[in-house]
């Protein structure tokens, strides 16, 4: 399924927000980018409160996001006010992690809400209706595998996460249902490579500097906080971790950071160092090698 089509599934089966909304067509009145004309007979009863969304997936660099969603909630002011709706559409999303065809993972940070009116009509054209709603954008981050060649960094340290705590969601690592909610007990770990460089090269092995990222993805900040300090102690511990091709990563420094941002910049910081080997096996230059005997006379 598309991203599109999985925020539809989301807000269409997320009951605390579905109950609070009209029907058509015998199901919650929440559409893509448009909706029906509010004379079509498969409006049930009230055509309020509904909601309309739209995804536009064009990367913006400052904010860090893969694209925006932005969701607008209509409600007949006289029955329903958006404010009571509003946050049950935050919730709805928050700390969700969701995963489309394709190989990236996304989740939504809200950034605002703004409240308007206007004026809408029911049914029957001849009656005005005040319309008060609510338009929420949230940033779209994406989180792409990370993996590259072998051996590889973040691919070491989320073998290295997963076996540490199997019962988390290592993205990357897992394979998932189109749909993972984090919770205390159970977050979500990304790893991503901030940057690398070449060190030194020896004979035999390139040594290369690294710089990894860990987000830790939970409900509260408490739960949080309490990972990303349980998660740099055993890194700390450990000293290295054992890439997959069962050489060693040398951890260097783990830093924390509670105040950083946990969707866009991740909590945890490493400093590693790997190595590469420089010696490929090869062919012997000489081929087709006869060896024979000198008879004796």
Same mark, same amino acid.
């Given at each position: 399924?598309?991203?599109?089509?999985?925020?539809?599934?989301?807000?269409?089966?997320?009951?605390?927000?579905?109950?609070?909304?009209?029907?058509?067509?015998?199901?919650?009145?929440?559409?893509?980018?448009?909706?029906? &004309? &509010?004379?079509?007979?498969?409006?049930?009863?009230?055509?309020?409160?509904?909601?309309?969304?739209?995804?536009?997936?064009?990367?913006?660099?400052?904010?860090?996001?893969?694209?925006?969603?932005?969701?607008?909630?209509?409600?007949?002011?006289?029955?329903?006010?958006?404010? &009571?709706?509003?946050?049950?559409?935050?919730?709805?999303?928050?700390?969700?992690?969701?995963?489309?065809?394709?190989?990236?993972?996304?989740?939504?940070?809200?950034?605002?809400?703004?409240?308007?009116?206007?004026?809408?009509?029911?049914?029957?054209?001849?009656?005005?209706?005040?319309?008060?709603?609510?338009?929420?954008?949230?940033?779209?981050?994406?989180?792409?595998?990370?993996?590259?060649?072998?051996? &590889?960094?973040?691919?070491?340290?989320?073998?290295?996460?997963?076996?540490?705590?199997?019962?988390?969601?290592?993205?990357?690592?897992?394979?998932?249902?189109?749909?993972?909610?984090?919770?205390?007990?159970?977050?979500?770990?990304?790893?991503?490579?901030?940057?690398?460089?070449?060190?030194?090269?020896?004979?035999?092995?390139?040594?290369?500097?690294?710089?990894?990222?860990?987000?830790?993805?939970?409900?509260?900040?408490?739960?949080?906080?309490?990972?990303?300090?349980?998660?740099?102690?055993?890194?700390?511990?450990?000293?290295?971790?054992?890439?997959?091709?069962?050489?060693?990563?040398?951890?260097?420094?783990?830093?924390?950071?509670?105040?950083?941002?946990?969707?866009?910049?991740?909590?945890?910081?490493?400093?590693?160092?790997?190595?590469?080997?420089?010696?490929?096996?090869?062919?012997?230059?000489?081929?087709?090698?006869?060896?024979?005997?000198?008879?004796?006379?």
């Amino acid at each position: 399924m598309t991203l599109d089509e999985l925020i539809l599934r989301r807000f269409s089966s997320f009951e605390i927000l579905t109950e609070n909304l009209a029907e058509y067509a015998e199901r919650p009145a929440v559409f893509y980018q448009n909706a029906p &004309d &509010d004379r079509q007979k498969d409006w049930k009863g009230e055509q309020y409160p509904r909601i309309i969304y739209a995804i536009d997936m064009q990367a913006d660099e400052e904010r860090k996001s893969a694209g925006v969603m932005q969701v607008d909630l209509y409600c007949d002011e006289t029955k329903t006010m958006p404010e &009571d709706i509003e946050p049950y559409i935050r919730k709805c999303l928050k700390n969700l992690i969701v995963k489309p065809d394709g190989n990236s993972h996304y989740a939504f940070a809200w950034a605002r809400t703004e409240m308007f009116t206007m004026t809408g009509t029911g049914r029957d054209r001849g009656v005005a209706a005040r319309i008060a709603g609510a338009t929420l954008r949230f940033d779209i981050l994406e989180y792409s595998l990370q993996t590259t060649s072998n051996p &590889d960094p973040a691919q070491a340290v989320q073998h290295w996460l997963k076996g540490l705590e199997p019962g988390c969601l290592v993205i990357g690592e897992d394979k998932i249902e189109p749909f993972y909610e984090p919770s205390g007990e159970h977050p979500a770990f990304y790893v991503r490579v901030q940057s690398y460089k070449t060190n030194r090269e020896t004979y035999a092995l390139t040594w290369v500097d690294c710089m990894l990222s860990v987000h830790v993805i939970a409900p509260e900040p408490e739960m949080r906080n309490g990972w990303s300090r349980y998660l740099a102690d055993c890194l700390q511990r450990a000293g290295e971790v054992i890439m997959l091709d069962d050489s060693p990563m040398f951890v260097f420094e783990v830093s924390v950071e509670n105040a950083a941002d946990y969707l866009t910049r991740g909590q945890i910081t490493i400093k590693a160092q790997y190595s590469l080997p420089r010696l490929i096996e090869c062919k012997h230059p000489l081929s087709q090698i006869n060896i024979s005997e000198k008879e004796e006379r």
